[in-house]
């Protein structure tokens, strides 16, 4: 039986039908690789890779990882989410951006209300606490999370606490975009405050096939180039 905080989650974003014994429609292995855009101009490229299952502190976590490199910069994330709601238990970021070199290290402790953020810039070590009570989220976290668990049903709220902000995000309509020379129906969702934009893939995988907004170094936008799919 899984925790309460599973249930709780079932109940908010999954069908009465849901059963966690459901495969997830991605797997270790999966690698969604994007073209990056600034102002419509190309400025990168980035993936985002599903590597499966591990543990950290004898803790079972699913393992992100995010990697964006461009013109001076480079930005590698390490995400590492619980199984069962796909929040952030540690993020370890690796930086590189006009020569200036920087690993971030994020815990993330919800039952004491705090993060912990530690970043190193050469020999020099400093730490950061923020205090922020209830379950933090990642960008990348829910996007998983909504894929696996997701109704994908007009006006489907979600909403992400993240460190420093709250925003929900919603499902507004089912659109056609233009992505690796292809058309895509796709469920596009907006945030309040306006901060992101996902387009999600119709089909059963519910693949990201555009991301807006403030992730990885910037705000930029990431669409689509191309796909592989996991185990």
Same mark, same amino acid.
């Given at each position: 039986?899984?925790?309460? *905080?599973?249930?709780?989650?079932?109940?908010?974003?999954?069908?009465? *039908?849901?059963? *966690?014994? !459901?495969?997830?429609?991605?797997?270790?292995?999966?690698?969604?690789?994007?073209?990056?855009?600034?102002?419509? !101009?190309? /400025?990168?490229? /980035?993936?985002?890779?599903?590597?499966?299952?591990?543990?950290?502190?004898?803790?079972?976590?699913?393992?992100?990882?995010?990697?964006?490199?461009?013109?001076?910069?480079? =930005?590698?994330?390490?995400?590492? &989410?619980?199984?069962?709601?796909? /929040?952030?238990?540690?993020?370890?970021? =690796?930086?590189?951006?006009?020569?200036?070199?920087?690993?971030?290290?994020?815990?993330?402790?919800?039952?004491?209300?705090?993060?912990?953020? *530690?970043?190193?810039?050469?020999?020099?070590?400093?730490?950061?606490?923020?205090?922020?009570?209830? +379950?933090? =989220?990642?960008?990348?976290?829910?996007?998983? $999370?909504? $894929?696996?668990?997701?109704?994908?049903?007009?006006?489907?709220?979600?909403?992400?606490?993240?460190?420093? @902000?709250?925003?929900?995000? %919603?499902?507004?309509?089912?659109?056609?975009?233009? /992505?690796? $020379? %292809?058309?895509?129906?796709?469920?596009?969702?907006?945030?309040?405050?306006? %901060?992101? @934009? !996902?387009?999600? =893939? !119709?089909?059963? @995988?519910?693949?990201?096939?555009?991301?807006?907004?403030? &992730?990885?170094?910037?705000?930029?936008?990431?669409?689509? $180039?191309?796909? %592989?799919?996991? +185990?």
């Amino acid at each position: 039986m899984r925790s309460l *905080s599973i249930f709780l989650f079932m109940t908010l974003f999954c069908s009465p *039908s849901f059963s *966690s014994e !459901v495969p997830l429609p991605f797997g270790k292995g999966e690698v969604i690789t994007f073209s990056i855009k600034k102002l419509a !101009v190309k /400025a990168g490229e /980035a993936t985002l890779t599903f590597e499966g299952q591990t543990e950290i502190s004898g803790q079972p976590v699913y393992l992100i990882v995010f990697k964006a490199d461009g013109f001076n910069f480079y =930005d590698e994330e390490k995400i590492y &989410v619980s199984v069962d709601t796909f /929040a952030p238990v540690k993020v370890l970021r =690796d930086l590189n951006i006009f020569g200036n070199k920087e690993k971030i290290s994020e815990e993330y402790f919800p039952k004491e209300g705090k993060i912990v953020i *530690s970043k190193t810039t050469g020999d020099k070590t400093t730490q950061q606490v923020i205090e922020k009570k209830g +379950q933090i =989220d990642n960008i990348y976290g829910t996007i998983y $999370r909504y $894929r696996a668990y997701g109704k994908f049903t007009p006006k489907d709220e979600v909403q992400l606490h993240l460190p420093t @902000q709250d925003v929900m995000l %919603k499902l507004e309509k089912t659109v056609t975009i233009k /992505a690796a $020379r %292809k058309k895509y129906q796709s469920f596009y969702m907006s945030s309040l405050p306006s %901060k992101y @934009q !996902v387009w999600f =893939d !119709v089909g059963q @995988q519910k693949i990201p096939l555009q991301i807006t907004g403030a &992730v990885g170094m910037a705000n930029t936008t990431m669409i689509i $180039r191309s796909y %592989k799919s996991g +185990q």
